[in-house]
């Protein structure tokens, strides 16, 4: 699957989604968004993808949203294009598969923003990373609101936010918000390990986790102690809890082996 600006590629279970505007650092513009809702639309309905990439071409992640596009003529014409962008956001964010942003180049605006939908962010040292929204008096888009505080905390959230300054990806790795920090040649290479090591992983162990996780901060202790019995009832019942008992009881390897990078 091909759009212009958005390129989709599948391969031994891993699907990989490529930001694809190099001249204009993969800055998103209306085809890309479209994009990106048309191959996450597909991945939700595709088993047989385990794991997804985000990557951007051209040795840049994503320098935000199209500047030259953001001319509404009204509150409700700004809204809606906003609204536009929730979709994709929300179901990478809510995905019941591992997502892994590999960050070379730029990450500013809504770039910094999709890359915090990712499970694991992973970036090269030149990586930058920066909300730049106060500067053209507007406020951090794609899901940021939720995403950052949960990954860095609200201190350094505010932080970033009204300074607008850029960080590196050093800074980025010490805060919380870049998982590991890899050489341009080996960034690629590397985000296709993780995905593949999520071949023998449960599925949905993996989903019922992401999704407990992902309201902890919202939930309180009743809530999420109901949701930690019902998703065990779920998962202790699956093919891949019961070969993982039968594989340890003959004293074999789980399917599941983490590859540290």
Same mark, same amino acid.
């Given at each position: 699957?091909?759009?212009d =600006?958005l390129?989709?590629?599948?391969k031994?279970? $891993?699907a990989?989604?490529?930001?694809?505007?190099?001249?204009q650092?993969?800055a998103?513009d209306?085809?890309?968004?479209?994009g990106?809702?048309?191959?996450?639309?597909? !991945?939700? =309905?595709? /088993?047989?993808i385990?794991? %997804?990439?985000?990557?951007?071409?051209?040795?840049d992640?994503?320098?935000?949203?199209?500047?030259r596009?953001?001319?509404?003529?009204?509150?409700?014409?700004?809204?809606? /294009?906003?609204?536009?962008l929730?979709?994709?956001?929300?179901?990478?964010?809510?995905?019941?598969?591992p $997502?892994?942003?590999?960050?070379?180049?730029?990450?500013?605006?809504?770039?910094?923003?999709l890359a915090?939908?990712?499970?694991? %962010?992973?970036?090269?040292p030149?990586?930058?990373f920066?909300?730049?929204?106060?500067?053209?008096?507007?406020v951090?888009?794609?899901?940021?609101?939720?995403?950052?505080?949960?990954?860095?905390?609200?201190s /350094?959230?505010?932080?970033?936010v009204?300074?607008?300054?850029? !960080?590196?990806a050093?800074?980025?790795?010490r805060i919380?918000?870049?998982?590991? !920090?890899?050489?341009?040649?080996?960034?690629y290479?590397?985000?296709?390990?993780?995905?593949?090591?999520?071949?023998?992983?449960?599925?949905?162990?993996?989903?019922?986790? *992401?999704?407990?996780?992902?309201?902890s901060?919202s939930?309180?202790?009743?809530?999420?102690?109901?949701?930690?019995?019902?998703?065990?009832?779920?998962?202790?019942?699956t =093919?891949?809890? =019961?070969?993982?008992?039968?594989?340890?009881?003959? *004293?074999?390897?789980?399917?599941f082996?983490? $590859?540290?990078?």
């Amino acid at each position: 699957m091909t759009h212009d =600006q958005l390129l989709f590629d599948v391969k031994d279970g $891993v699907a990989t989604l490529t930001l694809n505007r190099p001249e204009q650092k993969n800055a998103l513009d209306l085809p890309m968004r479209d994009g990106l809702d048309d191959a996450v639309r597909r !991945i939700r =309905q595709d /088993r047989d993808i385990r794991a %997804v990439i985000l990557r951007g071409a051209g040795g840049d992640f994503c320098s935000g949203g199209d500047v030259r596009g953001m001319s509404p003529r009204s509150a409700e014409d700004g809204r809606n /294009r906003i609204d536009d962008l929730h979709p994709f956001v929300s179901a990478l964010i809510d995905l019941d598969r591992p $997502v892994i942003a590999a960050v070379d180049g730029v990450a500013y605006g809504a770039g910094f923003s999709l890359a915090l939908t990712a499970d694991f %962010v992973i970036a090269t040292p030149r990586a930058r990373f920066c909300l730049p929204f106060i500067k053209v008096g507007l406020v951090p888009d794609c899901g940021a609101f939720y995403t950052l505080p949960r990954v860095i905390g609200l201190s /350094r959230s505010k932080d970033l936010v009204f300074t607008g300054r850029e !960080i590196g990806a050093d800074e980025a790795q010490r805060i919380g918000a870049v998982f590991e !920090i890899h050489s341009p040649d080996a960034l690629y290479q590397r985000a296709e390990q993780i995905a593949q090591s999520f071949s023998g992983a449960s599925s949905i162990a993996f989903g019922l986790s *992401k999704r407990a996780l992902n309201m902890s901060l919202s939930s309180d202790l009743r809530t999420l102690l109901e949701m930690e019995s019902a998703a065990q009832g779920i998962a202790c019942t699956t =093919q891949a809890h =019961q070969d993982a008992v039968q594989r340890f009881k003959e *004293k074999q390897p789980a399917r599941f082996q983490w $590859v540290a990078g």
